[in-house]
């Protein structure tokens, strides 16, 4: 069973930056894994935000956070990350981790069923 925890989240003012935490537990190694975060907005659907391949090499945002948000992961910490600068209020939401078990290690993933495992949420909030 893969087990992912997001950490992080919180209130911050806009123009502020978060690092969001995805913690793997158990026996799962968050280095076998292509690694996506995604979002929801009260009312909204899920969407995606932010992408890595298995490998690490590749990378790939949705256009809105290009340049903001920086994907990444510390395979010795077993863990992904989401470091979120210049935070706007239009990013608040909930916001999830998702790992895939089957992949090409170059690929990155960016719809929200090609994931196989998904985190709680955590839920990030920004004031104007």
């Known amino acids: 069973q893969v087990q992912l925890a997001e950490s992080g989240g919180g209130l911050v003012q806009a123009g502020g930056s978060l690092r969001l935490s995805c913690a793997a537990s158990g026996r799962t190694f968050i280095s076998n894994y292509a690694m996506g975060w995604f979002r929801q907005a009260p009312g909204k659907e899920r969407e995606f935000v932010a992408a890595m391949s298995q490998s690490g090499g590749n990378t790939y945002y949705t256009y809105s956070v290009k340049g903001r948000f920086i994907i990444s992961r510390d395979n010795a910490k077993n863990a992904a990350f989401l470091q979120m600068n210049s935070l706007k209020p239009e990013d608040t939401a909930v916001y999830y981790c998702?790992?895939?078990?089957?992949?090409?290690?170059?690929?990155?993933?960016?719809?929200?069923?090609?994931?196989?495992?998904w985190g709680q949420g955590t839920q990030v909030t920004v004031s104007s």
């Open positions: 998702a790992a895939k078990g089957r992949y090409n290690s170059l690929r990155y993933y960016t719809g929200f069923n090609e994931y196989d495992y």
